[in-house]
């Protein structure tokens, strides 16, 4: 059974950055992807980065490219969100999602979620 347990999130002032981790069990290869999705009330979700585990290509939204750094690691089995330059327009639940196979860095395409973990970004 797949789990993804995530961790980070918090309060960041406005310029300021954070990092969230995923880790993911369950999977019995590499063969597999993991996004970092993110949504705000009344709006629907939406992808922020996403990575394949076995070659590590990624993929980053508009909205965050330049100010996201998306990598598998520090552990096996992790993956880890670094955004920088935080604004109010990041303020969201942020969920980690995964699925098997090679795909697009879409939520229907993804068949595992974590509970989420909000980021406020306030001072």
């Known amino acids: 059974q797949v789990q993804l347990v995530e961790s980070g999130g918090g309060l960041v002032q406005p310029g300021g950055s954070l990092r969230l981790s995923c880790a993911a069990s369950?999977?019995?290869?590499?063969?597999?992807?993991i996004g970092w999705f993110r949504q705000v009330p009344g709006k629907e979700r939406e992808a922020v980065s996403c990575?394949?585990?076995?070659?590590?290509?990624?993929y980053y939204a508009d909205a965050v490219k330049g100010r996201a750094t998306i990598s598998r690691g520090p552990t096996k089995n992790t993956v880890t969100l670094q955004l920088n330059s935080l604004g109010p327009e990041d303020t969201a639940v942020y969920y980690c999602a995964a699925t098997r196979g090679h795909v697009r860095c879409v939520t229907h395409e993804y068949d595992y979620w974590g509970q989420g973990t909000q980021v406020t970004v306030s001072s």
């Open positions: 990575i394949r585990r076995s070659d590590a290509s990624t």
């Open positions: 369950g999977f019995s290869s590499d063969n597999y992807a």
